[in-house]
């Protein structure tokens, strides 16, 4: 009986544990010519299959992005731009209103994504590539003609 308790505990430690997934932390900036592509969003598509589902990582107004808890392999990489944000509407607010929360207005508002190659855009076109391994790592990711 206690042989019997002793197997059942052991296998019901070792039910969760099954193949861990390494995951990385991956940063890094985008640029077309030397300029930093702002306010996309990037789309990692795996290459290896069972490697998990599509990702999104948003990129900041200076070509930055970063995203932990990125499944370790290799990636397809998509950038899709922004048409950008002119803020918030204002009709209807007073002068001092709009005075008061000017920073605030200003502050949610944000430029197109400069202009990139179409082929960074589509997924079945883009050449652009990204291996993420375990632990920290930089990847700059830069577009071509």
Do not use: W
């Not at 932390?25 to 640029?31: D, R, W």
């Not at 731009?81 to 001092?96: C, D, L, Y």
């Amino acid at each position: 009986m206690r042989s019997v308790l002793t197997v059942s505990i052991g296998l019901l430690l070792l039910t969760g544990c099954g193949p861990s997934i390494v995951k990385g932390v991956v940063s890094g900036t985008v640029t077309y010519k030397g300029q930093p592509v702002n306010g996309a969003t990037l789309f990692l598509y795996p290459t290896t299959t069972g490697q998990g589902s599509e990702m999104t990582i948003p990129v900041d107004q200076e070509g930055a992005f970063r995203a932990s808890d990125v499944p370790a392999g290799d990636y397809k990489v998509v950038v899709q731009p922004s048409k950008g944000n002119s803020g918030p509407k204002t009709k209807g607010m007073t002068k001092e209103q709009l005075a008061q929360m000017k920073d605030q207005i200003d502050s949610l508002k944000s430029a197109a994504t400069i202009k990139i190659p179409e082929k960074y855009t589509k997924q079945e076109k883009s050449d652009l590539k990204m291996t993420v391994g375990a632990g920290e790592q930089t990847v700059p990711l830069e577009l071509h003609d």
